[in-house]
């Protein structure tokens, strides 16, 4: 990608400069063409990995960062189950999770594989969870969350 948005940076930057090249911004927009999106809600904030592809999660965690942000209900061992916000996540490959694909057939799983924290998604897809927070505490990477899990279960529970 380097290589080539340097060769194409350079053979449009005498065209700027000579004035040849029209910027974006001077051109009309069809005002026929224009479509209005609809306002962000905040139940939009709420995960399903059951119904979810690791990319789709992953754009809305990168989307919805500043505000709303998201979250999804997990179960720390026995205790009750928590709603916890997803800060940063990244699509990941079966192979770094150590998962089969069998497993991924069933409902969304939890993995701890090597300090790092794996959720399985809808379509056999699988992302990792770089940074989450707890409710009422501070952001913190996966290897300090699951270091605190103390060898607990991590569950997703899905919700109705």
Do not use: Y
Not at 43 to 71: D, K, M, Y
Not at 89 to 96: F, K
Request: glycine share 8%.
């Amino acid at each position: 990608m380097f290589e080539v948005g340097t060769e194409e940076l350079l053979r449009l930057l005498p065209g700027v400069f000579g004035g040849q090249c029209t910027p974006l911004s001077s051109m009309e927009q069809d005002e026929a063409l224009v479509t209005k999106a609809e306002k962000i809600s905040v139940e939009e904030s709420q995960l399903c990995f059951a119904t979810c592809s690791a990319s789709v999660i992953h754009n809305r965690v990168r989307g919805f960062s500043s505000w709303p942000g998201v979250w999804s209900v997990f179960q720390i061992g026995n205790g009750a189950p928590e709603r916890i916000k997803l800060l940063t996540t990244r699509i990941a490959d079966l192979n770094e999770a150590n998962a089969d694909s069998t497993v991924m057939n069933d409902a969304p799983q939890c993995f701890i594989h090597k300090n790092r924290l794996f959720v399985s998604c809808a379509g056999e897809t699988l992302i990792e969870v770089l940074e989450l927070q707890l409710p009422g505490k501070r952001p913190v990477d996966t290897k300090a969350f699951i270091n605190g899990l103390r060898g607990s279960q991590l569950t997703w529970v899905p919700q109705g």
